[in-house]
């Protein structure tokens, strides 16, 4: 589709660059067609040209207040929806915003710096007019009639010999839409948790990876599975015999499941929280620790929880080439994590590169787009119990 007649037009006014980048992504994902004008002069010709149907303006660029900006959108009767982006209390966005209404202008929302991406998705979807907008009717029924489906990206775990070995997967939602499209969870999680649908679409989730790990074992492949599961579930007290159930159910050990939470949990953990994590652990079923390295949970907390893997956040593992101290925190990260008795599993990992970087640290588990990229089940099967070497010999990998 065309970008000026796609449907919902997104026209980003910032001048700084990485900003209009993070803004651009997000939007795209959610399918704004998208623009980006980092002067008044780029900004009036796209505004004629492009005809955004949604305006984000940064009211703090360099020598402007944004008043210049919506006068021209004032004088070209600018139906656009305007979300102003501003400096907490910062009163003179305030009274930007004030101004857009006055001259008549849409003024749909004004978000403080720094932005909640979370904000800004629940804004933006909320503006959207596209033939298929992700709702949470939409969202609900895919739920009910299966079209969230998990992918599964492969882990490769140190052998006793050296080798790195193909034996566990971390499962990723995806929504199958029926106009052929997939969507990534980064724009659905979040509208999930919103709308109250996040507890179903975990248990699909659930469900359906113990009836994957079920056939996989009929067929002689013992895999062990991640399911990402949101802080919020973990007060349930029934969880752990709820699980036990549904994996006796598919013939699946229970320490065939691996649950990973956020480092957040371990932040604003309760005394439910941890009744619940602990008695999950004693039936054997495995906890990670998620994006480890991007919360500020103290070592205390840390070694207060029952856990028996960490994922080191891919944030960290993407820049060990280029930054020394990034490379001695990541090595600390392993000790501490092996010290404490979990297994510590690196993520993000592309390249090379970093591969050996990982391997030289003792680290245990190793995820990536090197390894593989999330896939459907049918794919994934081909890589159980290959090792480096195969992939590297398969897929021409370095
Ligand atoms: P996560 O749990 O940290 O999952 C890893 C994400 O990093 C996945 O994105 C994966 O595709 C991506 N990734 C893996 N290797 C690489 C790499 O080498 N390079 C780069 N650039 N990215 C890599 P995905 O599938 O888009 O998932 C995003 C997030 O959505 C997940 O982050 C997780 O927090 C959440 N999520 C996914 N599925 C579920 C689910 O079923 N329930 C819940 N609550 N959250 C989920
Ligand atoms: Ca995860
Ligand atoms: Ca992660």
Redo the contacts with the bound molecule.
Sequence with gaps: MNEVTKIDRLLIVDDEKNVADTLRNISCNLGYAVKVADNIATFRKLERDFDPTVILLDLQMHGNDGVEYLKVLAKQKSSASIIVLSDTENRTSWTTSQLGSVLGLQMAAMLQKPISIHALRRELRKLMHGSTPLTAARLSAAIKVGQ?R??F?PKVTRSQNGSWQVGEV?????WYRSDGSIV???NF?EL??DSGL?GG??DS?LQQVADQLGRWNKQGHRVRAA????PTLLTDRKLPDRLERLLGKHGVENNQLIL?V?EQVVIEHTQATIGVLSRLRAKNIGLAI??FGTGYSSLEQLYRMPFDEL?I??SL??RCQSNKDIRTIIEAIVILGQKLGMTVCA????TADAFEFISGTGCDKQ?????G??VPAAELEMLIGQTMSDLRATRAIA
């Design positions: 969230v998990p992918h990206q971390e499962a990723l939602a995806r990534l969870p980064d999680i999930a948790e996040l679409l975990t989730m399911v990402n599961l949101s990973e956020t998620d994006d994922k956040d891919h593992i993407r993520e993000g990992v592309e995820q990536g787009y090197l390894i990229k999330p």
